[in-house]
């Protein structure tokens, strides 16, 4: 399974960004997808999650301002980021629950990541 992210880039604040995440997962079953970010010194944390069925999660700090979405035909997984802040500099990653579709054994899968920076 290979998670390939982009979107990233310098934004001032107030602006938007939209990500992208192509998976790449022939034998497998994908169930949540989600977004998670981190920034320097800070661990990471979860962003946005979204399940196979559309149901959606985000943390208190982007809500109201990012949308999680999928594309299940296309295997990609959006993030939608809104009236964007300083504090959301950071790195993004985008994650991927998967089931072997033979074995039935469940992975985690991450991809490479995506700089987002928020100037003030």
């Known amino acids: 399974v290979q998670l390939q992210a982009s979107g990233g880039g310098l934004v001032q604040a107030g602006g938007s960004l939209n990500l992208s995440c192509a998976a790449s997962a022939s034998g497998f079953s994908i169930n949540a997808m989600g977004w998670y970010r981190q920034a320097p010194g800070r661990e990471r944390e979860l962003v946005a999650v979204?399940?196979?069925?559309?149901?959606?999660k985000y943390v208190d700090s982007v809500k109201g301002r990012f949308i999680i979405s999928r594309d299940n035909a296309q295997n990609t997984v959006y993030l939608q980021m809104n009236r964007l802040k300083p504090e959301d500099t950071a790195v993004y990653l985008c994650?991927?629950?998967?089931?072997?579709?033979?074995?039935?054994?469940?992975?985690?899968?991450w991809g490479q990541g995506t700089l987002v920076t928020v100037s003030s």
């Open positions: 994650n991927a629950m998967v089931r072997d579709v033979y074995t039935n054994y469940g992975y985690e899968y």
């Open positions: 979204v399940a196979t069925r559309g149901d959606t």
